[in-house]
């Protein structure tokens, strides 16, 4: 399951998440007023919409130090200013979804909200011939997408190799009230895979300052403002691996070959407290080799992948890494730069995940 997708559905409105979730009661037509409806049937309808969320994952926004995706350049006055983004995919794909992750700010006042969010804007996508592409949606002020902090899901049906948002209205950031454009990340689904992930951006502008923070390239690198705990079962221990230094490794057993594209991991939760106690990279190896293997002495291993997290930018919940299709039933990972813990005596080394997961 590709837990980004997962999340967008968990993030919708509540009404949407009852018309979608709920199942009508036997003999009840959906177009039923429920003025109509018998105390019977009202109540059987409640219990079918408390049974769904019961199902449903738990979400919160992150804390701590990270990405926080695009911004435009400062200082527009004016909330009519053109900025645009473009994504360029690997190839050309079919595309059937294509969502919007707002920056989340903090507002004294109301809370959390979408930070800069565009009022009016238009996606578009096509192939590498076509530049001026096809129109997938357009939206306005008539819409009402804003207030929010959930993503938008805009469903859609082409084969495209770029995408593209341009917008036409700006609304202001939260932190001085000057318009300009942010998003915290933007997927572009084919079926369960995100075909942007870690894709190039380009944009029309970048903040001045260029703030570490903020730059194109946090656009598709996979991490969302949000945390999610599962709905269902109970919580399981992290491994955490102390001592651990360079070229230690560990092994996986799928059982049976599969086709693997991707492989996913979760890192340690930092801590419960807020503020955190712990760094958001807390025992992510800051170097990693991971490898795929049909024989269980890896006498026919395949590097699959390399990954280095450089900084505390390059790091989240999920880290996502796709690599070419490949037939394997072993997959080894092998530690070749550990984290360092330095709140421990004598700088201790050590990797820690909460899960691994393999995508196929």
């Known amino acids: 399951m590709n837990h980004s997708k997962m999340l967008i559905f968990c993030l919708l409105p509540a009404t949407a998440l009852l018309q979608a979730g709920a199942r009508p009661v036997a003999d009840v037509p959906d177009d039923l007023p429920l003025k109509e409806q018998s105390l019977t049937q009202l109540e059987q309808r409640l219990s079918t919409i408390d049974s769904t969320l019961e199902q449903l994952s738990n979400y919160s926004l992150r804390t701590g130090f990270g990405s926080v995706g695009y911004a435009s350049r400062t200082r527009y006055t004016s909330p009519k200013a053109r900025e645009w983004v473009y994504i360029k995919l690997d190839r050309e794909t079919y595309i059937d979804q294509i969502v919007l992750v707002p920056s989340i700010g903090r507002n004294s006042k109301i809370g959390f909200q979408a930070n800069a969010f565009p009022l009016e804007f238009t996606i578009l996508a096509g192939t590498g011939s076509d530049t001026n592409g096809q129109i997938i949606a357009t939206f306005s002020e008539q819409d009402h997408l ?3 902090i959930a993503p938008l899901v805009v ?3 082409i084969t495209a190799s770029w995408v593209r948002v341009e917008t036409s209205i700006l609304t202001r950031r939260i932190f001085d009230k000057h318009y300009d454009l942010k ?5 572009i689904f084919s079926g369960p895979e995100n075909v942007a992930l870690r894709r190039p951006v380009q944009t029309s502008s970048e903040i001045r300052n260029k703030y570490k923070t903020q730059q194109p390239r946090f656009l598709t690198d996979g991490l969302l403002p949000f945390l999610m705990d599962s709905g269902r079962g109970q919580p399981s221990l992290r491994m ?6 360079e070229n230690a490794w560990m092994s996986i057993d799928l059982g049976n070959p599969y086709a693997l594209n991707q492989v996913n991991f979760h890192s340690v939760a930092p801590s419960h407290t807020a503020p955190l106690d712990n760094q958001s990279d807390y025992y992510i190896p ?8 049909r024989q269980a002495d890896f006498s026919d291993a395949k590097t699959l992948i390399e990954v ?12 996502m890494h796709t690599f070419p299709e490949t037939t394997c039933r072993y997959v080894r990972l092998t530690v070749v730069d550990p984290y360092i813990d330095k709140m421990r005596p004598n700088d201790q080394f050590g990797i820690g995940f909460a899960e691994i997961e393999q995508r196929c």
Do not use: H
């Not at 955490?240 to 230094?245: H, N, T, W, Y």
């Not at 280095?308 to 880290?319: A, E, F, K, R």
């Open 286 to 293: 800051q170097k990693m080799r991971i490898e795929g293997a």
């Open 183 to 187: 998003f915290s990340e933007i997927m």
């Open 146 to 148: 804003l207030p929010r």
């Open 155 to 157: 469903p859609c049906s």
């Open 240 to 245: 955490l691996g102390v001592g651990i230094k």
């Open 308 to 319: 280095q997290y450089n900084s505390l930018l390059d790091v989240g919940p999920i880290l």
